[in-house]
Structures are given as structure tokens and as C-alpha cells.
């Protein structure tokens, strides 16, 4: 079975740093991209960022761009999102997927999510 | 950056009715797109992938058609189980995008 599991995720002030890990098992872990993707309070679903399987590529969405960082450990079966520089508009649960590329298009798998709150 | 523009944002229809959502893309995206579930609290659950192809598991009442910048996700005889948000993604260029999502209420 298909397992995602993330952790994490807190209270941090503004400025701020967090890392957030996703822990995998049930698949080929170094077969896949992965991403992260997060949710405001009451808001839409937002694509944060995603890693190639080798970690050869990584891809962000603009208003992240030098501030957040994803990476991966194919060893230990680990998806990580290093968060520096928060601001209150990061506040959001954030939910690592397992993105299946090449004619299936589409985060198949999602974790259940970990909430991180930037607030003073 | 491709903007998906979902209609409507919030439906109320009653069990056994049909019901369409639409997203609306601001570039073609050829048929990469995919339709995902969100119920209250949970993670979201896709149901089609590469606009019209439905995922292991989902029930064949769900289904997605379109190419280009037009596509639309039915639900042929809605359930109380479909009382949900759903969302649409483009997974043609980056940045990936998601539509704002339409909330499915049950009558």
C-alpha cells in the first residue's frame, strides 16, 4: 500500500525557519517525482514545488522562489521542503503527492498533510 | 502562466442528478489535465487524469472530457458521497496550476 506521511510542520514566527519531511513507503521511492502542494485556511489547493527522481530538476512556484527549498533522500525513502524565510502568507497545511509524469499526468498519492502557521 | 478559471465555484444539486463542472484554460494544455476530489478535511483524490482517463478505484459515474482549453468533469448520477470540492490541475508547463475549485453541495 501507498503510504505518505508527513511531519513537520508548527508554529513559527514570521522570518522564520521549518523543515518539513514526507515519509514514503509502498513504492519505488527513486522511480518517482514528487511534489509539495499547499492550502491556505479556506482557500485552493496551490502547487509549491516539484523534484525529479534523481534530483536533477527541481521546479518552484514564483512566489516561493529562494525561500523554500525541495529535496530528497532516495535512500531513506524521504521527501523534504526546507522553509527559510516565512511570511504569514505561508500559512497553509501542506501535502506531499507522488507525481506520475510521462502519459498518466497527475499526483496519484497524497500524505494527509501538516499544518504550518506563521504567525507572531 | 497558465490561469484555469473553474465554473461554477458552488453547485446544489440532489441525489441521482447530473451535474457538469467546467475549467477553462488561459493557454491550451493539450490534455494534460486531472480532476481531484477534496471532502472536508482530507487530502485530495484523483479521479482523472489526461483529461478523460479515470483513475483505479473511482466510480464509473465520474467521468472528463475536452482538449485544448476547455474541459469538464460530470458526474452522471450524483451520490451523497460526491458532497465534496473538486479541483482541476494543468500539468502542461510549469508553474502546475490548480483551478479555484467548485464546491458540490447535496440538496
Known amino acids: 500500500e501507498v503510504q505518505l506521511v508527513e511531519s513537520g510542520g508548527d508554529l513559527v514566527q514570521p522570518g522564520g525557519s521549518l523543515r518539513l519531511s514526507c515519509a514514503v513507503s509502498?513504492?519505488?521511492?527513486?522511480?518517482?517525482?514528487m511534489s509539495w502542494v499547499r492550502q491556505a485556511p479556506g482557500k485552493g489547493l496551490e502547487w509549491v514545488a516539484s523534484?525529479?527522481?534523481?534530483?536533477?530538476?527541481?521546479y518552484y512556484v514564483d512566489s516561493v522562489k529562494g525561500r523554500l527549498t525541495i529535496s530528497r533522500d532516495n535512500a531513506e525513502n524521504l521527501l523534504f521542503l526546507q522553509m527559510n524565510s516565512l511570511r504569514a502568507d505561508d500559512t497553509a497545511v501542506y501535502y506531499c503527492?507522488?507525481?506520475?509524469?510521462?502519459?498518466?499526468?497527475?499526483?496519484?498519492?497524497w500524505g494527509q498533510g501538516t499544518l504550518v502557521t506563521v504567525s507572531s | 502562466d497558465i490561469q484555469l478559471t473553474q465554473s461554477p465555484s458552488f453547485l446544489s444539486a440532489s441525489v441521482g442528478d447530473r451535474v457538469t463542472i467546467t475549467c477553462r484554460a488561459s493557454?491550451?494544455?493539450?490534455?494534460?489535465l486531472a480532476w481531484y476530489q477534496q471532502r472536508p478535511g482530507k487530502a485530495p483524490k484523483l479521479l482523472i487524469y489526461?483529461?478523460?482517463t479515470l483513475e483505479s478505484g473511482v466510480p464509473s459515474r465520474f467521468s472528463g472530457r475536452g482538449s485544448g482549453t476547455e474541459f469538464t468533469l460530470t458526474i452522471r448520477s450524483l451520490q451523497p458521497e460526491d458532497s465534496a470540492t473538486y479541483y482541476c490541475?494543468?500539468?502542461?508547463?510549469?508553474?502546475?496550476?490548480f483551478g479555484g475549485g467548485t464546491k458540490v453541495e447535496i440538496k
Open positions: 503527492a507522488r507525481f506520475i509524469s510521462s502519459g498518466r499526468d497527475s499526483f496519484d498519492h
Open positions: 509502498g513504492f519505488t521511492f527513486r522511480s518517482y517525482w
Open positions: 523534484i525529479k527522481e534523481d534530483a536533477s530538476e527541481k
Open positions: 493557454q491550451g494544455l493539450r490534455n494534460y
Open positions: 489526461i483529461a478523460s
Open positions: 490541475q494543468q500539468l502542461n508547463t510549469y508553474p502546475l496550476t
